[in-house]
């Protein structure tokens, strides 16, 4: 049976009849075409399917495009603005934090919510924020440096928390 | 331009993959694409009695349900072995049919019994739980040594006692007599167990066959599209080689498990055939986990002799190597040419003899996983020197240095002729052990350690010394090993019009980054932007020939034959600079993106040459028009990369739990062209190293079934269970290819694996623990220092 969903991804408006049982994954790759979304695992244990939601970074293959119906979705296609890499992709370059390339998407988005929460991570913390994604190439060491990358240049812009934090 | 060999050039290639524009197979849609999921066997061992297909095929949306038996009677062939070892006795290898379905018998979980084709693959899916199978449940045996006794079950009838060939090599009698007369041997029996490699992305296989032109098109996960290419057409399928098309584009990983030519490809193109319609088919993980060959899975006794200064005297290996229940393509290869004849090691044994007996069972096939062999030899090696040092009372670093070869470049010196065939193309092994102490800080680790124990922490350092064989590999060589494929590398360097450089390679990157290094090496010779050169791979249509990645070859073997199509351009080149110059073409020298006349201030440059050579209106006479080259670079001998590796570990007394707290390696690699790019193929082997010693692991039970078959039960190497790694390198030059490179794919995941586990018996050295089974579970390492008991003989 279908169900009409309405979501907005990467910015753009969708309605869709969706099969209940569609993963928000599927939905992404074979209805909308994005896909840089992957599917590495069906257990919930690669990572490779991260996407935000509504500000969170979930499992797309653990979630029904049902349960997204009226939500906020960002995908790896969606990070960069006009034509600019975001900190995070300009880091996994940088710092030679990817290889084959396959798991990528679903680590940067991991660590923009990571980053989110918490700006200033130490390597440590870094490591513990990615136990729920696989790199089978990279041996994580260089993508821990790409976040360290991308954690100092964001925090660089973000010239007005600097400020508050000073004044407070 | 210039000088770009050697530098860290960030990666052409990461664009597309950070901003989520890889194009995976999976990624691809064709207009009219069926879906197709395959049913596998529910059992190891069965006899089918029957199949009833009927209700899947009338479920709606269902576009076909092909069988075994369809298969068998549509009269093509199975899936073929790549290379042949016999029995010592001179019998053939067994090598028993591997069909695309099996119609008769499923001989292990991944056996496929039925494709279901249709609209979705939630409809294939769903059509397929409607297939009745009768099976015949059958006695099943998954370990190799036990599937050689008598009454064993059988996997195929015409292999007795599961023997697939056995094969020696080295000086038995001579490495007997030393044994016999040594001060002191140290014996091991161990499993070097099976790992399952699980690259990220999972198989994908699309079938394309078009009637209008009678032409098939294979998109599909491969390390070695041409191959694949060759043996479905030649082997399984029975079609015109020049009517197939293989495109293996963006691959998420591939670390061997992709080489193979698999049941899948063939039978996705077989089906497209059938209803004229694209099929695609992607594993789920599960159908990887049991259908992507595994590796290692060996079990081994091992006998290494010393005398009484503790110099190696003699050595000798019994392997038993599991193979699974068919031989895969490189699977006879695996414990013979690149274990067996690996265990010279560093060092200068003078006997050695290793005897491997190559096993059926009813398990999933056994391949080359990254190292291939080369790990199960140096994990052999250096887990039987650290327990001799053990035994010995000497320093285990100390033991190594005094039984180095002594250094030689393989230029002024010669190659080192190995007991078991080899000859060592250049080395220098000193340096690297004592440069990874250095970084270590091994004494003061040692008075650390002592006064850890004192306070009952239990700290340990273990080493590992490695080399191994790679650039695979010189064609004559392996062909009289037994290899039915060459294993040269081809490469075409076309200069277009505008001085823009076209490179079609026969390797394959799936994480290496050849877009970047190949760019390097090219752009370097001719003195040409970065952003001027472009590497194609991966497509049979582009790419005239090629034996694709793997055995860290692609840049000691591909980038060779790349190297052979720049000279051929820079010769050519001056032929058309001669004459615009109106030079002798022995005046003219080739530096800097132009051709001069030497001594002078006249030169023209790479572009001008180019464009000349296409609009040939002032051209020199008998100079074809064109700046487009082919190579095929067979190299003349294996490269031997080889490093030093040093684990540091604390365990955790109360709960058996190893921390990794440092791991630090110096490897040589011969020259090296992007140190980035080397670094982390580094970090990442020495990941998937770690993984082998402390958490995976392939279990099987007594029936067959796979209880370690998914992320849930297999447990991989996170973020979090590992250091940030400190690497450096020492260079030895490759004497034999012109980039004097040696391969560093493998490097890390070879020389790590016995390190940690060295350092693990290290840090149990007050509960006189000699040994535990990989993988080195808290469980296990608890058991261990648990008294009156030791790790091998509590986990049965």
Not at chain 1, 119 to 126: A, G, Q, V, Y
């Amino acid at each position: 049976m279908s169900v009409p969903i309405k979501v907005k991804v990467n910015g753009k408006e969708y309605s869709h009849s969706v099969e209940g049982r569609t993963l928000l994954v599927h939905y992404l790759r074979d209805e909308l075409r994005l896909t840089g979304t992957h599917v590495g695992c069906d257990t919930t244990s690669c990572g490779a399917c991260t996407v935000i939601v509504d500000g969170k970074a979930v499992k797309s293959c653990n979630v029904l495009a049902v349960q997204c119906d009226d939500a906020e979705v960002t995908t790896v296609e969606g990070l960069s603005e006009a034509g600019n890499l975001h900190p995070l992709q300009e880091g996994f370059k940088e710092e030679h934090g990817l290889q084959c390339g396959f798991c990528t998407p679903g680590m940067i988005m991991t660590a923009v919510e990571l980053l989110e929460r918490n700006p200033n991570p130490t390597d440590k913390e870094i490591r513990e924020g990615l136990e729920g994604n696989y790199c089978r190439c990279t041996g994580y060491h260089n993508i821990v440096k790409a976040i360290q990358f991308a954690a100092a240049k964001m925090r660089g812009q973000e010239q007005p928390l600097e400020k508050e934090v000073a004044h407070g | 331009m210039g000088n770009l060999i050697g530098q860290s050039v960030k990666r052409v290639e990461d664009q597309r993959f950070i901003t989520g524009k890889g194009n995976y197979t999976d990624d691809i849609v064709l207009p009219r694409m069926t879906y197709g999921y395959i049913l596998r066997g529910n059992m190891a061992h069965a006899k089918i009695n029957d199949i009833d297909v009927s209700a899947a095929k009338a479920h709606p949306g269902v576009v076909a349900v092909f069988t075994g038996k369809d298969i068998a009677d549509s009269g093509v062939n199975g899936i073929p072995c790549g290379w042949q070892v016999d029995f010592k006795n001179g019998d053939t290898m067994k090598e028993p049919a591997h069909p695309m379905l099996v119609a008769d018998k499923v001989r292990y979980m991944g056996d496929g019994v039925a494709i279901v084709i249709a609209e979705s693959k939630e409809i294939a899916k769903d059509a397929a739980e409607l297939i009745v199978v009768d099976y015949e449940e059958l006695d099943a045996v998954v370990n190799a040594k036990e599937a050689t006794q008598e009454g064993a079950p059988l996997v195929h009838d015409e292999a007795p006692l599961n023997k697939s060939f056995d094969w020696g090599l080295g000086d038995a009698e001579a490495t007997a007599e030393a044994l016999a007369n040594a001060h002191h041997v140290t014996t091991l029996e161990f499993t070097n167990q099976r790992l399952i490699p699980n690259a990220i992305e999972p198989r994908s296989a699309i079938g394309h066959y078009e009637v209008q032109n009678d032409r098939y098109t294979l998109y599909t996960t491969s390390q070695n599209p041409h191959l694949t290419r060759l043996l479905m057409s030649a082997f399984v399928l029975g079609i015109p080689e020049h009517k197939v098309r293989v495109v293996s584009p963006d691959v998420g990983g591939g670390f061997g498990s992709k080489i193979f030519h698999y049941a899948e490809e063939a039978l996705v193109t077989w089906c497209s055939k059938q209803l004229e319609r694209p099929v695609k088919w992607t594993a789920e993980r599960s159908e990887s986990f049991m259908t992507d060959a595994h590796g290692r899975d060996h079990v081994t006794k091992a006998e290494m002799g010393f005398d009484a200064d503790g110099k190696i005297v003699g050595l000798r290996a019994i392997t038993y190597a599991n193979l699974g229940a068919y031989l895969s393509t490189f699977a006879p290869a695996v414990p013979t040419y690149l274990h067996g004849t690996l265990l010279q090691g560093l060092y200068t044994t003078p006997a050695i003899y290793v005897d491997v007996t190559g096993v059926f069972t009813h398990t999933t096939p056994v391949d080359a996983y990254r190292g291939a062999g080369r790990p199960e030899a140096t994990y052999l090696l250096e887990r039987l020197l650290d327990l001799a040092a053990l035994e010995m009372k000497v320093d285990p670093a100390e033991l190594r240095l005094k039984n180095f070869i002594p250094p030689f470049d393989g230029v002024d010196e010669p190659g080192y002729q190995t007991q078991v065939a080899l000859q060592y193309d250049s080395g220098n092994y000193e340096p690297v052990l004592k440069r990874a102490m250095e970084m270590v800080g091994y004494e003061a680790f040692r008075e650390e350690q002592a006064k850890a124990r004192e306070e009952g922490r239990l700290l340990g350092i273990g080493f590992s010394t490695y080399i191994e064989a790679c650039g695979i590999a010189p064609s004559a060589v392996v062909g009289a090993l037994g290899a039915r494929a060459g294993l040269f590398e081809s490469a075409q360097v076309r200069v277009q019009p505008t001085g823009k450089v076209s490179v079609y390679s026969g390797s394959h990157s799936h994480g290496q980054g050849h877009e970047t290094t190949f760019a390097q090496v090219v752009a370097d010779k001719f003195g040409i932007p970065l952003e001027d050169v472009e590497i194609v791979h991966g497509d049979s249509e582009a790419v005239a020939f090629g034996m694709g990645t793997y055995g860290s070859r692609s840049l000691a073997v591909g980038g060779s034959a790349i190297v052979k199509s720049i000279d051929k351009v820079i010769e050519k080149g001056a032929k058309i600079a001669a004459h615009k110059l109106e030079a002798a073409i022995e005046d003219i020298e080739f530096a800097e993106g132009k051709w001069t006349v030497k001594g002078t201030d006249k030169s023209i440059a790479f572009g001008d040459v180019a464009l000349t050579a296409y609009v040939p209106h002032d051209y020199p006479e008998g100079v074809e028009p064109g700046l487009d080259f082919s190579s095929f670079y067979d190299p003349t001998n294996f490269t031997y990369p080889f490093g030093a590796h040093i684990a540091v570990v604390e365990v955790d007394r109360d709960t058996g739990k190893v921390e990794l707290k440092r791991f630090v390696a110096c490897d040589d690699v011969g020259n090296v062209i992007n140190p980035m790019i080397v670094d982390g193929q580094i970090h990442g082997g020495i990941a998937q190293g770690v993984g082998q010693a402390l958490f995976e692991g392939a279990i099987y039970d007594e029936s067959g079934q796979l209880l370690s078959g998914s992320y849930m039960d297999y447990t991989m190497p996170r973020a979090d269970d590992l250091p940030d790694f400190e690497v450096d390198r020492k260079v030895t030059p490759c004497p034999h290819n012109p980039l004097g490179v040696k391969g560093a794919g493998e490097a890390g995941t070879i020389g790590s694996t016995p390190a940690v586990v060295n350092a693990v018996i290290d840090a149990l050295a007050p509960f006189h623990v000699k040994d535990i089974d990989m993988p080195l579970t808290p469980e296990r390492v608890w058991r261990a220092m648990q008294p009156k008991t030791n790790g091998r003989e509590v986990h049965s």
